[in-house]
């Protein structure tokens, strides 16, 4: 499918569309598309006379279908839908996809499904409907994209900043987007506005020598005291969540383990971030670890992982304690 820079170049080109196909997770780049169609359309952003916002699950379908046929004001001739959550029309999808198919001249709509939804009724494969997937950028474009929102507020950002600083935000373009917004206000104290490692480490509450990087590293060098050490600071020191200290060792454990897959040592970087969703600083941790521990030792800590999260989501067991026990039981599998 083609991405949301693909749709913003041809709005851009003049190349419109009575009819858009969207696959979302987040409503960041949706939100962009409608405020890139209202310039192109009414010659402003902040132009919403004739813009119109509805929910599937709250609207009717020949409610919705009433407005994306008739005209638009007596003052424009143009008028622009987007319309969220149409996996809610699943009762009626195959009326709904035939009806999206009819367009009116002075009509633009935007159909936005949940990704997932997209690929298990393999929308994307419908004949005669062109999905575009506004969920994700592929990741020369990510990058590019991120380096782009920091530059727009005069903001710049090295390489391995833009590793660390993408890597540690959970997949969502709300969230890295909410992120760039609050990193953007950091005092440079009058020095050139340059992004590094180490700020983006200190933003985000880790110290270099101190980080969940360096405690993997510990726990498959088995450096038990270094490994504690670090432990203790991400815990008691810098307030770490047990839950997302868990979920992040997990994802290095599921690198190792894709990195036993034959071959994937020399796979490009493209497809390890398409296929296996793994980008700088993780991809560099894979490829150095994944022979020094055996399936056999992948088995036994992702069962400590298991029976780690399961507790710490349902006994009164301390989390501190219960992640001390996993951290001791990784570096001996």
């Given at each position: 499918m083609r991405t949301f820079h693909d749709f913003r170049n041809e709005v851009s080109a003049g190349k419109l569309k009575n009819v858009y196909y969207i696959a979302a997770i987040d409503n960041y780049f949706l939100?962009?598309?409608?405020?890139?169609?209202?310039?192109?359309?009414?010659?402003?952003?902040?132009?919403?006379?004739?813009?119109?916002?509805?929910?599937?699950?709250?609207?009717?379908?020949?409610?919705?279908?009433?407005l994306t046929s008739g005209g638009a004001s007596l003052f424009s001739s143009q008028k622009?839908?987007?319309v969220k959550r149409c996996e809610k029309y699943s009762r009626k999808l195959s009326e709904f996809i035939e009806k999206t198919k009819v367009t009116a001249e002075d009509s633009y709509i935007l159909y936005a499904f949940d990704t997932s939804f997209v690929y298990e009724k393999k929308l994307d494969e419908v004949k005669g409907i062109d999905f575009?997937?506004?969920?994700?950028l592929p990741q020369r474009e990510l990058y590019n994209w991120v380096k782009e929102e920091f530059s727009?507020?005069?903001?710049?950002?090295?390489?391995?900043?833009?590793?660390?600083?993408?890597?540690?935000?959970?997949?969502?373009?709300?969230?890295?987007?909410?992120?760039i917004e609050k990193i953007s206000n950091y005092d440079f104290e009058g020095n050139e506005p340059l992004l590094?490692?180490?700020?983006?480490?200190?933003?985000?509450?880790?110290?270099?020598?101190?980080?969940?990087?360096?405690?993997?590293?510990a726990i498959i060098k088995k450096d038990q005291n270094r490994a504690?050490?670090?432990?203790?600071?991400?815990?008691?020191?810098?307030?770490?969540?047990?839950?997302y200290l868990l979920s992040t060792i997990s994802n290095y454990y599921m690198d190792l383990l894709s990195f036993k897959t034959p071959g994937l040592d020399a796979v490009d970087s493209r497809t390890l971030y398409q296929k296996y969703k793994m980008w700088g600083d993780r991809v560099k941790f894979a490829k150095n670890y994944h022979k020094s521990i055996n399936i056999n030792s992948l088995d036994k800590a992702f069962a400590k992982i298991i029976d780690t999260d399961k507790k710490l989501?349902?006994?009164?067991?301390?989390?501190?304690?219960?992640?001390?026990?996993?951290?001791?039981?990784?570096?001996?599998a």
């Open positions: 939100s962009r598309a409608g405020e890139i169609l209202r310039e192109k359309l009414f010659g402003s952003k902040d132009n919403k006379e004739n813009f119109f916002l509805k929910y599937a699950d709250e609207t009717p379908m020949q409610e919705l279908f009433d622009l839908v987007i575009y997937d506004f969920s994700e727009t507020r005069n903001i710049s950002i090295n390489n391995d900043a833009l590793d660390l600083f993408i890597t540690s935000v959970p997949a969502s373009l709300e969230l890295l987007n909410t992120e590094t490692k180490e700020i983006i480490l200190q933003f985000i509450g880790y110290d270099r020598e101190y980080s969940p990087d360096e405690l993997m590293t504690f050490s670090i432990l203790n600071n991400l815990l008691n020191s810098k307030g770490l969540n047990e839950v989501k349902t006994s009164m067991l301390d989390p501190k304690i219960l992640m001390t026990s996993l951290v001791d039981g990784l570096i001996n």
